[in-house]
């Protein structure tokens, strides 16, 4: 058996291996998906941060993508999921949107702005779990 490769006894094998070439193929739609379900939690967290200035804006984002890879990271435990490079950047992509969109409305309405949070802090767990779910991403 020399050459062959076996997996220890009690681990299970990939059946999806992650895909880390980004953008090859470019799916249109799970891409505009992923940004629209990380809008609001890149919206939220901009709405909260105490500073507004590109130092927290930068510190934001990569939160947005720490949470985002952690998420497809674990897909590696699910049989039915598998990981997309592709996931990450558009998920990121939304959640700079967000950040941006809080940015500009806490900016013009100054405190109407921070009363919409709450709004927001409901809407976060559908856009991030049932969202996937409902809108065919299964």
């Not at 592709?86 to 013009?108: E, Y």
């Amino acid at each position: 058996r020399a050459g062959r490769i076996e997996a220890p006894t009690g681990c299970t094998v990939l059946r999806h291996p992650p895909k880390l070439v980004p953008l090859i193929p470019l799916n249109r739609r799970d891409a505009l998906l992923n940004t629209l379900m990380y809008l609001p939690l890149g919206c939220l967290l901009g709405m909260m941060a105490h500073r507004r200035n590109w130092r927290s804006s930068t510190v934001l984002l990569l939160a947005i993508a720490g949470v985002s890879l952690t998420l497809e990271t674990l897909q590696l435990l699910v049989p039915s999921r598998f990981p997309s490079i592709d996931d990450v950047l558009f998920n990121a992509a939304g959640g700079a949107l967000g950040v941006a969109t809080s940015r500009i409305f806490s900016a013009r309405l100054g405190r109407l702005a921070m009363v919409s949070t709450p709004c927001w802090i409901v809407l976060l767990p559908y856009c991030l779990f049932a969202g996937k779910k409902y809108l065919g991403r299964c």
